[in-house]
């Protein structure tokens, strides 16, 4: 019997056909891409779970209460990156990008929402975007490349939103020796491409 007959015949049946399928990244691999050139590494990061918190007016307090006992500090103020139990960097007044490890929570925006109670809007935004790791020396000249961030000045746990090739991004100094750009999936190839390229113009 052919698969499509099998199929065909699990259907009428009304059993439940399972799938094998095999995750991929953002640029379409089965694993992340790490491209070295020079003293400076990209690394494409997949597993990071991200939800953005907002604020419901009227609710600020209660809100602020709940996102405090989350992150076990204070939510971040504008530019800035925080937590210890889960992480936080600002996007706008009253509301926060929450990053979390993928395998503890895969389910984060649903974990979030239950704390809030109602006072704050919680939206998945883990498959929305795309998530690149530079090193190395030379990593703040390929950062002048692209952007037009002042990212010598910039401190660990701090964070900025900024134009990458006309794509709104963040950039998180997460160390003095590691920044993060963040970008929309749908343009993970563009924007993995303008890294590369800005990395292979200094060698």
């Not at 052919?2 to 065909?8: E, G, T, Y």
């Not at 600002?90 to 990008?97: A, F, N, V």
Request: aromatic share 6%; proline share 4%.
């Amino acid at each position: 019997m052919s698969k499509l007959s099998r199929l065909i015949l699990s259907i009428q049946k009304g059993t439940v056909c399972v799938h094998n399928l095999t995750a991929i990244t953002a640029l379409g691999q089965s694993m992340p891409k790490v491209e070295q050139i020079g003293a400076v590494t990209c690394s494409e990061i997949p597993d990071i779970a991200l939800a953005s918190v907002a604020y419901r007016l009227g609710k600020e307090k209660p809100a602020a209460v709940a996102l405090q006992k989350l992150l076990g500090v204070l939510a971040p103020g504008s530019g800035l990156v925080a937590g210890t139990k889960l992480s936080a960097f600002w996007i706008g007044p009253d509301q926060w990008m929450i990053e979390a490890p993928y395998d503890k929570y895969e389910a984060l925006a649903d974990k979030l929402r239950e704390p809030f109670k109602g006072a704050a809007s919680v939206t998945d935004q883990s498959d929305a975007w795309v998530r690149f790791d530079l090193t190395g020396g030379g990593m703040l000249d390929v950062l002048e490349r692209i952007c037009n961030l002042n990212t010598r000045s910039m401190k660990p746990s701090t964070a900025s939103r900024t134009s990458v090739e006309h794509l709104g991004c963040f950039v998180i100094c997460r160390t003095a020796s590691c920044f993060s750009i963040i970008g929309p999936r749908s343009s993970a190839g563009s924007l993995y491409h303008t890294l590369i390229t800005a990395m292979l113009s200094g060698t």
